[in-house]
């Protein structure tokens, strides 16, 4: 069992960066893929990033790719999503997500555990 605390939302202004964490509180960290999740008001919940067990393999959407940077930290069971270059088209609840797989998916269903969220806001 995996619970996940997302921390580091807030508001920033376009081309900024904000750092967002997500701290796991289980024994088998080391045991799940790991990703990142967005939801936008009245927009369904997409796939940003996902950085497999070991952390040495990451897969980014279009959209973010150049921008955000994903890593993981198996001994102190931490995932980080550095964003960079902030747009407001970024907006919308940013969700950490485990799954029992080693390498990541785009597949939302997929995964076993999700965070709370954590609100991330970039204005023009």
């Known amino acids: 069992q995996e619970q996940l605390v997302e921390s580091g939302g807030g508001l920033v202004q376009a081309g900024g960066s904000l750092r967002l964490s997500c701290a796991a509180s289980?024994?088998?960290?080391?045991?799940?893929?790991m990703g990142w999740f967005r939801q936008a008001p009245g927009k369904d919940r997409e796939f940003v990033v996902g950085i497999n067990r070991s952390g040495d393999s990451t897969f980014y959407a279009d959209s973010v790719k150049g921008r955000f940077t994903i890593s993981r930290d198996n001994v102190n069971n931490t995932v980080t999503l550095q964003m960079n270059s902030l747009k407001p088209e970024d907006t919308a609840i940013y969700y950490c997500t485990a799954g029992r797989f080693f390498w990541t998916t785009v597949v939302t269903t997929a995964y076993d555990y999700w965070g709370q969220g954590t609100q991330v806001t970039v204005s023009s």
């Open positions: 289980g024994r088998t960290f080391s045991s799940y893929a």
